[in-house]
């Protein structure tokens, strides 16, 4: 069994900077597929950023590009997202989830999600 847990969220300003994590508690980390996805009040949850467990591939949602970095420690078992020039949209919860398949924006494919993390961003 895989838990996930995120740390980081908070309340920011517009423009500022967070940084999430992961923590993964199995020994399968280095060879899973990690994402990141986040939910806003009223919305569907949606795709933010995934990792390839080969070569640390990524692929992101285009409304982040440029301003959000995924990255992973697989000695730690940690995942990380790194959030700059955050936006008031940005507000959502964000959660983490682990895949054994390849990278996929898809939600259905990940098969361990983290209980979430709040981000606000304020104008």
């Known amino acids: 069994q895989v838990h996930l847990v995120e740390s980081g969220g908070g309340l920011v300003q517009a423009g500022g900077s967070l940084r999430l994590s992961c923590a993964h508690s199995?020994?399968?980390?280095?060879?899973?597929?990690m994402g990141w996805f986040r939910q806003a009040p009223g919305k569907e949850r949606e795709f933010v950023a995934a990792?390839?467990?080969?070569?640390?591939?990524?692929v992101y949602a285009d409304s982040v590009k440029g301003r959000f970095t995924i990255s992973r420690d697989n000695p730690k078992n940690t995942l990380y997202h790194q959030m700059n020039d955050l936006k008031v949209d940005d507000t959502a919860v964000y959660y983490c989830?682990?895949?054994?398949?390849?990278?996929?924006?898809?939600?259905?494919?990940?098969?361990?999600w983290g209980q979430g993390t709040q981000v606000a961003v304020s104008s």
């Open positions: 990792i390839s467990c080969i070569l640390d591939n990524t």
């Open positions: 989830a682990a895949s054994q398949g390849n990278l996929s924006i898809v939600a259905g494919r990940y098969g361990y």
């Open positions: 199995g020994r399968t980390f280095s060879t899973t597929t």
